[in-house]
């Protein structure tokens, strides 16, 4: 009998201990008098994520239900207190003006047990700035003309895995996610690792296979939000964000790359190139070769699922739009013609109206639905009487302000038009946050604008992309998904020009 009174006072002390930690983290926005939707245990604002609604839906509704009633509300991210500023001059602050009280993404990241996680999107403070200054050199004009080529070459790859398909399986409609997501891993194994990854010719590639697992939730929700909210404590317990295999293999073959370029003096015109200049150079503190592994991986973590959803979403646009694919191919061959059909730096960074059709498709398929920072420090919001206290998350919905008819009339319409010089004029400058904005604004954003444009360059000079019968139509999305994924594929024919 004492052990059932045991068990039975137990469980009722641990319930109430957690009923009232609960009551505190969700009386936040109550006490400090923010407006704000009164949560639910555990899930915050966010009960119907992945059942009926997607984050970026979540905050849609959000975004226009209180737009123009209040310059951001409290909001419930799961566990994790947050505001959502909907205010664009706001929003300015927290990305630019003010970034000094906004340093912070937000990630959780253990440098020890985990140094993958310690890369330039999840560090904060001093350490992401080191970061960063390391990765700048890497994506400066100079430096992608020269990986221009390497990129092209895998372009070429794709073209002619394309054709051998049509051959082996003439009618056979594409996978188009599958095959981008391919190509796209080829190009960041490429430039990253210096690697013939193959994953094109051979989708069961081991590169491919690791990439996928590093990219496989390692933890549920309940287990992020800790992650999130007790960081110091998360990393004393060893919690690490990836998975060990992933950890062994992209460190593994880091190292053998950097010992096998310094043994035989190999240079290639790569991101691994220059990642072992800085390690040797007397100029800068050095890199270890566990932040060359971790700089290389950043090519991977930031654009592998990004980039393929952008480049996959724009021929699926390109293929219902048939009107704009033509424009868009009649501008590749009059560049082409004048480069001699060769495909260079310069002559892509001359086709306009391509780079309008991937920035529509970018507002209409936001790659990702939202932005965070972390209060570092208190902020006294201007003009009012709250303050956002340091840790506080801070939530900019883009795809809801991609989505929002006063500012892209007809939302739902694709219209690369919006996006020329004169009406990118019109509007406020945080209305256009694919990449983010300000000094944490995607540091590889002209390198996966660089690989995207070739490969649709590649693709429109060779092949009418098609819809089919397997085509959705209007697109339905994964809804458990942080990144924008189609939810059953994205099917298209491509015919031979």
Known sequence: MDLLYFLIYFTIGSCTIIYMFLRKIYSY??????????????????????????????????????KGLAKYIGFYLFLRRSLLVI????????????????TSRGMYYNERNDPLSANVVYLQGEKWRK?????????????????????????????KVIKQQQLSTPNEDFEIHSLINRYIIDVAGSIGFGLNCNSL???????????????????????????SIFPDLSRKLGITYYSNNVQKFFLRISNEMVKFREQTEVQRND???????????????????????????????????????????????LALNQDV?????????????????????????????????????????????????????????????????KDTLVIVPIDAIYHDPEIYPNPEQFDPER?????????????????????????????GTMQIMIGLVMLLRNYRIMPTSKTCVPMQYKLNKLVTEAKDGIYLKLVKI
């Open 131 to 159: 970061s960063r200054n390391e990765l700048n050199p890497c994506f400066t004009s100079g430096k992608l003309k020269h990986m221009f080529p390497l990129a092209v070459d895998v372009s070429n790859q794709l073209i």
């Open 87 to 102: 205010d664009f001059d706001l929003i300015k602050n927290v990305l630019i003006k003010d970034f000094e009280y906004f």
């Open 29 to 66: 926005w109550e006490k400090r008098g923010v407006l704000h939707v009164k949560p639910s245990f555990f899930l915050g604002n966010c009960q119907e994520f992945g059942k009926t609604k997607s984050i970026g839906q979540i905050l849609r509704e959000y975004y226009n239900k209180y």
């Open 325 to 389: 694919q033509d424009k868009a191919r009649a501008e590749i061959n009059k560049v082409l013609t004048r480069y001699e059909e060769e495909l260079t730096y310069e002559g892509m960074n001359e086709m306009k109206y391509l780079q309008q059709v991937f920035n529509e498709n970018l507002r209409l398929h936001s790659v990702f639905s939202l932005t965070t920072r972390v209060c570092t420090k208190d902020y006294a919001i201007p003009n009012t009487n709250h303050v956002i206290e």
């Open 419 to 447: 996006f020329s010089a004169d009406e990118v004029k019109k509007r406020h400058p945080m209305a256009n946050l694919g990449f983010g904005e300000g000094p944490r604004i995607c540091v590889g954003k002209r390198f």
């Open 201 to 227: 010719k051979n989708p069961n590639a081991e590169f491919k296979i690791m990439v996928h697992e590093s990219f496989k939730p390692p933890h549920n929700i309940i287990t992020f939000s800790f992650m």
């Open 271 to 317: 991101m691994m190139n220059l990642l072992i200049e800085l390690k040797n150079s007397d100029k800068i503190e050095r890199l270890s070769m566990n932040q060359i592994a971790t700089h290389a991986f950043t090519l991977l973590t930031g654009g592998v699922e990004t980039n393929t959803s952008a480049m996959s979403f724009c021929l699926y646009e």
